[in-house]
């Protein structure tokens, strides 16, 4: 597929990269690039500018200090689900990551991406959600670090501005919790009807459901079926419809895939 | 808009040539290169016909800018078989009936080399795992799975 015409830059450091995109109103910083070069395809965006935060080494890695894990922002999919730090510090994460799509696409795509996509299907804005993981964005004022709640504003909005970009999650070690994830998909590993990602501790269960909303619709109730699916008809969601489920459907499902997450939840 | 000078070794042969930004790599390896065994299918990151090894890892090459690429090594399935002999997993794919059509049997190889990179002795739930990324519509995948096993002495 021809793109519309654009400048290419890759930039090596953070200061350099968030000096590119407040340049342009027009640039765009490149991630994995496993959504945005199919928009591009589709020329549904045309940045101008793609600012390709791949050469930038210090938004790589996981590292953990036995509090959390501090993931930066173009740590890939497989890098996560390889990672000795996340299988000890909070496996769940892993766990998720490898069921996103297929081995190409876990060998690209980054955590970072995927919660700066916020596509309202993808995995890491309800898991980070539940997780009540803190996400760090540097501008040119310098950096700030906000929760999921705030980070996540609306379908592809984040709290990452204009010139922005984010560097890192912070995680918080699982420590006695118990963590669960619950979806259906469109074929296996596939996009997620409804996704439930749950985290239970000393009894309550902070729930958190994505494909739903716009951003994740997060829920908490003491960690029993009833009361979990009492409490998730009770958030009263009002789920999109489409050819693969309807509102009604999907209603259904976050109640049973809460239930499931809270169950299965080790 | 932006010209690169890129730098990308193919199977061993390095190229440098000037590219528009907006090129994606599998066009700068079909076009460019005229390496067509990289095919483009459903050029939306879903069939995997357009596999690459990027610098020993599997990737879509349709949803990488070849300036992206720069400096990297690429191996297509040309790289494969660089003297005109099948490499053993073509072999295998041959005598297995692992291919029909043959349009995705390119992208095929590579995620299976890749596999066989880092898994010598994969499980059938591994082998289904690796190709998740490539569509197939003739062989219903069973005789590719079963090349894989058989290459990597599990027949």
Not at chain 1, 64 to 77: K, Q, R, V, W
Not at chain 1, 106 to 120: A, L, Q, Y
């Amino acid at each position: 597929m021809l793109l519309a015409e654009l400048d290419y830059a890759r930039p090596g450091s953070i200061e350099e990269a968030v000096k590119l995109l407040a340049a342009r109103a027009d640039a765009r910083a490149l991630a994995g690039g496993q959504s945005l070069v199919n928009v591009m395809k589709t020329r549904v965006a045309t940045p101008e500018l793609v600012v390709d935060l791949n050469g930038i080494e210090s938004l790589r890695g996981i590292a953990s200090d036995g509090e959390a894990l501090e993931i930066g922002a173009m740590t890939t999919y497989n890098a996560i689900v390889d990672s000795p730090e996340v299988a000890s510090a909070r496996p769940i994460l892993a766990e998720v990551a490898r069921t996103i799509a297929d081995v190409q696409v876990r060998n690209r795509g980054t955590i970072g991406g995927n919660v700066c996509s916020n596509d309202p299907t993808n995995h890491f804005p309800p898991l980070l959600a539940a997780l009540e993981a803190e996400l760090t964005i540097q501008g040119a004022a310098g950096e700030r670090t906000v929760r999921t709640d705030e980070f996540f504003e609306g379908v592809y909005m984040t709290a990452v501005q204009p010139g922005e970009v984010l560097t890192k999650v912070r995680i918080p070690a699982k420590g006695d919790a118990r963590d669960g994830w619950a979806s259906v998909t469109l074929g296996r590993d596939g996009t997620g009807i409804v996704n439930v990602a749950a985290t239970v501790k000393g009894g309550t269960a902070r729930i958190a459901i994505g494909c739903v909303a716009a951003t994740p619709v997060v829920v908490t109730a003491s960690a029993d079926e009833t009361a979990v699916k009492d409490a998730v008809r009770a958030a009263e969601l009002d789920p999109p419809a489409d050819v693969h489920a309807s509102a009604e459907y999907r209603r259904h499902l976050a109640e049973v895939l809460a239930a499931r997450a809270v169950r299965e939840a080790e | 808009m932006s010209d690169h000078t890129i730098s990308i070794a193919v199977n061993g042969d390095r190229y440098e040539r000037a590219v528009e930004a907006r090129k994606l790599l599998v066009h700068f390896i079909r076009d460019d290169l005229d390496l067509t065994g990289t095919h483009v299918g459903c050029d939306t990151g879903n069939c995997g016909a357009c596999t690459v090894l990027l610098n020993g890892v599997a990737v879509k090459s349709c949803m990488l800018l070849a300036p992206q690429a720069d400096g990297a090594e690429v191996t297509t399935v040309e790289g494969l078989a660089p003297d005109g002999e099948l490499s053993p997993l073509q072999q295998a794919f041959s005598e297995h009936h692992a291919l029909q059509c043959g349009y995705c049997t390119p992208g095929m190889l590579i995620s299976a080399t890749y596999l066989l990179s880092h898994t010598p002795q994969p499980s059938e739930e591994e082998i289904r795992r690796a190709i998740q990324g490539n569509i197939c519509r003739c062989t219903g995948y069973v005789n590719i799975v079963k090349a894989v096993q058989a290459v990597s002495g599990q027949d």
